[in-house]
């Protein structure tokens, strides 16, 4: 089976994607990816590409085109505006003339926002005769009002019409959690064929030994610990983690957080730390992927959190399954599906969306249990992920919706034939 994989970000920027491509071309499938030129999160395009003009490499063995297009940038709603019109552009355009000649047996669209990168897929997949199969990774337009990068109604009421399009015209739907279901059937008229398809973890190689990462994740071990991982943005809540990190540190509690990674808010977030004198937080900066395991290992607890914005409570976040497969306990402190993910798991401790005090108990709760309860939680966490988001699992369910859809898509030519 021929396979489309059509995602506005791939390798060398660290999306799950990546791991999945390779597992569907393990399981037999002839995968080619369409991306754009590398430059998240920086925003600059990664050393060895250009922004413009075609590419042609390989990753893994699997062959990547990759589509012109406008970085990102850094704090800049124009040059984000750009880089997502740009690649909308590129796909529309040269898409189909990078692929000429070509036949797939289905497209599919791996889609974190922007969803409009959705608009040019749908236009291959026409032009190959392939059905579609869409992976949402954000709710649009709900995200773009959560986070303020669109507080125009008309333009927001202009995006719903878009997406609208878009749902309709994709064979099937892919939700990486339930509480998807219901805003897409609404926007939908009950028109889209949904599926429930998470996020996996995946098993990142531990990196050769680094001077830099063994010494931070011995600072990370060397007391209670509890780490964050990710983006350093605005949905992340980290006005109410340096709120809880303050009381914590006013009550004399020895627990530290260190938060691990970039992004749009880092330098606020340093600035903060300064202003009130917190002691307790630690920005270490972005490590890769690889590190993680050994950081993630020498951590007391992991902090996955999200603003209270009803948008948020649909979602679980990419890191949840990873946090539970490194088999610590996990403070979850957001709303909806991530948080009743690891109540239900057993896996640590969820508290309220933006409740820096609640935040603050839940820490000192971890750090009073003795460390067979921690242990026990860790144990429940790893268990947990190995059941529900398992990459081999997860990718022979795809490898059958993929037989599905083309099932489905036989039938409906023969009909129209008739």
């Known amino acids: 089976m021929k396979v489309l994989i059509f995602t506005q970000y791939f390798w060398p920027e660290t999306f799950g994607i990546n791991a999945l491509a390779k597992k569907l071309r393990d399981q037999g499938m002839e995968v080619t990816v369409m991306t754009g030129k590398p430059n998240y999160p920086e925003g600059k395009v990664f050393a060895g590409h250009s922004a413009w003009g075609t590419a042609r490499d390989a990753y893994d063995g699997i062959e990547v085109l990759r589509l012109p297009l406008s970085p990102r940038g850094k704090q800049s709603s124009l040059r984000l505006l750009l880089n997502y019109l740009s690649f909308i552009v590129a796909g529309t355009v040269i898409g189909p003339w990078m692929l000429r000649h070509r036949s797939f047996d289905a497209v599919f669209v791996y889609a974190p926002s922007p969803l409009l990168q959705a608009l040019p897929a749908i236009w291959l997949a026409r032009l190959k005769r392939a059905p ?44 990486p959690s339930e509480a998807f279901r219901a ?33 931070l994740a011995n600072n990370i071990a060397s007391g209670f610990s509890v780490v964050f991982a990710g983006n350093l943005g605005v949905a992340q809540s980290l006005d109410t983690i340096l709120d809880a990190a303050e009381r914590l540190q006013n009550s004399g509690s020895q ?22 004198n917190l002691r307790n937080v630690v920005l270490p900066g972005r490590f890769p992927p690889a590190a993680m395991p050994r950081l993630y290992e020498a951590a007391s607890a992991l902090l996955v959190s999200l603003r209270d914005e009803p948008i948020f409570a649909y979602t679980i976040p990419s890191k949840v399954q990873g946090y539970l497969a490194a088999g610590r306990p ?21 508290c309220a969306a933006g409740d820096a005090q609640a935040l603050a108990e839940a820490v000192q709760v971890l750090t009073q249990m ?42 409906q030519k023969q009909e129209k034939s008739r």
């Open 370 to 411: 003795d460390s067979d309860s921690r242990t026990k939680m860790g144990e429940n966490a790893r268990r947990y992920a190995l059941a529900h988001f398992s990459l081999d699992r997860l990718a022979s369910d795809l490898v059958g919706q993929f037989e599905e859809l083309l099932a489905t898509h036989a039938i």
């Open 330 to 350: 996990v403070i979850a402190s957001l709303n909806g599906e991530g948080s009743r993910v690891v109540t239900e798991a057993g896996a640590g401790i969820a």
């Open 255 to 276: 627990a530290r957080f260190f938060l691990i990674g970039s992004g749009s808010l880092s330098s606020w977030l340093n600035d903060e730390i300064q202003r009130r």
């Open 132 to 175: 579609m199969a869409l992976w949402v990774q954000d709710l649009w337009p709900e995200s773009l009002s959560a986070t303020g990068f669109i507080k125009n109604q008309r333009v927001l009421g202009l995006v719903a019409h878009v997406v609208r399009f878009i749902y309709r015209h994709t064979d099937r739907v892919l939700v």
């Open 183 to 215: 805003p897409i059937l609404a926007l939908t008229k009950g028109a889209a064929d949904i599926h429930y398809y998470p996020n996996a973890w995946v098993e990142e190689p531990v990196s050769d030994t680094l001077a830099d990462v063994d010494a």
